[in-house]
């Protein structure tokens, strides 16, 4: 009679189990696209792929990344409003990008062509150098800065970026001169800094954690110092009020019924609530926040003066 009992529970839990699966598709026999607006390798590619794979593996919704990289992430921002409208296509998107770079001449999109449904995590700034750069410390790098104005570059993930941004607040902060040079996105700057064809980076926290045998990082925007790099002081430890970054979600077209964008950001909030891949993102550096489609609005009136504030203080805008 146990081993009856045994398998009867055994039974139950599977089709509780396959129930649940398929009562959780967002889409019920169809493929989600998920487009990337940057190349492999970086922040945003790394958070898409363990999503998808959280969404096929646990949820029974079979989810594709796509990278279509190009200007900075504007190419496929710009081509958002032409993608499908029946939830099969989800574009990621970044703040501030999609508030500062169409303050650009030619930029094909606008900030409020942009239909985020969710936004799910923040990745905190980090200064960082090459693991055999001669820049020990912060101070020996802002040092060399003032030494010699102008001749330091600082590579980043595109113009009109959280990246971008940041070097022109450590330019302001520090009291310094340093150039910013753009690369297409996170994954295609790593051998450059590694290498020193660059003086050093403005990168995320992420990659600092993901390359510490590489690179050494020599400062991070956060609160506190994190746990996976315990040597790494704090921005505001060395005197910079300054805990910033860049924030990530996902986005569909506009002509998207508000239906399937409310089910669409339920889902992607239970994929980020998930406790498989929240201990892998923390772990990894990412600071998981929860702004679903309802929240939006608001969370753009905080973040877009504060966007543009930095963009003047950068001197991109009057």
């Known amino acids: 009679m146990n081993i009856i009992r045994d398998l009867l529970k055994i039974a139950l839990f599977s089709i509780w189990g396959f129930v649940f699966a398929v009562n959780a598709q967002v889409l019920p026999g169809k493929t989600i696209q998920y487009i990337i607006a940057f190349p492999p390798a970086g922040e945003s590619d790394l958070v898409a792929r363990y999503q998808a794979e959280l969404s096929a593996q646990k949820y029974n919704q079979p989810m594709i990344v796509i990278n279509r990289s190009g200007a900075g992430g504007a190419l496929a921002w710009s081509q958002l409003n032409g993608y499908p409208n029946d939830g099969t296509t989800v574009v990621g998107v970044n703040i501030p990008h999609i508030i500062l770079q169409p303050l650009q001449d030619g930029t094909q999109f606008k900030t409020d062509d942009i239909q985020a449904i969710y936004y799910y995590h923040f ?9 055999d750069s001669p820049y020990k410390t912060y101070q020996d790098f802002i040092n060399a800065a003032k030494k010699d104005p102008g001749k330091l570059n600082i590579a980043g993930s595109a113009p009109f970026s959280a990246n971008h941004m940041a070097t022109e607040r450590l330019n302001k902060l520090a009291g310094i001169k340093v150039n910013y040079v753009p690369f297409k996105g996170t994954g295609d700057l790593i051998s450059s800094l590694i290498g020193m064809h660059v003086d050093g980076a403005m990168g995320y926290l992420p990659l600092s954690i ?23 002081p704090t921005f505001k430890e060395l005197g910079l009020n300054w805990v910033d970054g860049g924030y990530r979600g996902v986005a569909v077209p ?19 609530a998930d406790p498989t891949i929240k201990k892998k993102l923390e772990d990894a550096g990412f600071v998981l926040i929860d702004i679903p489609l309802e929240k939006i609005p608001a969370f753009m009136k905080e973040k877009i003066p504060l966007a543009m504030d930095d963009a003047k203080n950068a001197g991109m805008m009057k």
Do not use: C, W
């Open 123 to 131: 990745t905190p700034d980090a200064l960082m150098v090459s693991v």
């Open 210 to 232: 993901q390359q510490k045998t590489k690179i050494r990082t020599l400062a991070i925007a956060t609160e506190k110092r994190h746990p996976s790099l315990p040597d790494v």
């Open 254 to 272: 506009k002509s998207t019924p508000k239906d399937i964008q409310e089910k669409l950001s339920n889902y992607f909030g239970t994929l980020n």
